[in-house]
């Protein structure tokens, strides 16, 4: 049965700097894997999704790895803002069953 | 685009009525999603379709909850009767194939 976890659940960090949020997972069977956002009271908004013969993808700030043999993903976050605080999931796709991550709950110190 | 359209956006009632929650999905989405947030439970998937059609409802916690989708612009989450157990965040997704979900703002259920 696959898990997702995400370690840790909530970072503060001051703004400017750089992160990595980690997502593991332990069934390395997957088709893609996706991080979300979700702000409060709100529903999830997609950032990346890496398919499984993709290492990584980048939009803007953001980037994404994925090695499936070890069972991980990183979301990196470059110069961070005040705007990025959030709860960042991740989920994985795979044999027709999404599961997700419980999220780390991310907020950058002004 | 509308995006995924959830209703109500809240939802307070008792203890052994009947609760319906829709879903408008984007227009040309293949896939619909419906997702029930905890905070001890995360998010988790109750059923999706396709076209249509229910292809895994391997998550619905039990009879109690039903779900249809009679044509690809509507779905519906039935929850007859519900428990107190049931309050959460329900939430609607939508997508093509194998790509990026989209999700509506949710319908936060409480059950008294």
């Known amino acids: 049965k696959q898990e997702v976890t995400q370690i840790p659940a909530a970072l503060s960090v001051p703004e400017g700097e750089n992160l990595v949020l980690n997502c593991s997972f332990t069934d390395s069977a997957i088709y893609n894997l996706q991080w979300f956002r979700q702000d409060p009271g709100k529903g999830l908004t997609s950032l990346l999704l890496?398919?499984?013969?993709?290492r990584e993808q980048t939009s803007g700030r953001l980037n994404a790895s994925l090695d499936k043999s070890s069972g991980r993903s990183t979301l990196y976050i470059a110069a961070s803002q005040p705007g990025d605080s959030a709860t960042y999931l991740c989920a994985v796709r795979g044999d027709d069953k999404i599961i997700f991550g419980k999220g780390t709950r991310l907020h950058i110190l002004p | 685009d509308a995006g995924v359209i959830q209703s109500p956006r809240h939802e307070v009632t008792e203890m052994g009525q009947e609760v319906t929650l829709r879903c408008k999905p984007i227009s040309g989405h293949d896939y619909l999603f419906w997702y029930r947030q905890t905070m001890m439970r995360g998010l988790e998937l109750l059923i999706y379709?396709?076209?249509?059609?229910?292809?895994?409802d391997s998550g619905m916690p039990e009879d109690r909850f039903s779900a249809k989708m009679p044509n690809a612009s509507f779905s519906t989450l039935k929850i007859q009767p519900s428990e107190p157990r049931d309050s959460a965040v329900y939430f609607c997704?939508?997508?093509?194939?194998?790509?990026?979900?989209?999700f509506g703002d949710g319908t936060r259920l409480s059950i008294l």
């Open positions: 890496i398919q499984s013969s993709q």
């Open positions: 379709f396709n076209n249509n059609v229910p292809i895994d």
């Open positions: 997704a939508s997508s093509p194939l194998y790509q990026p979900q989209h």
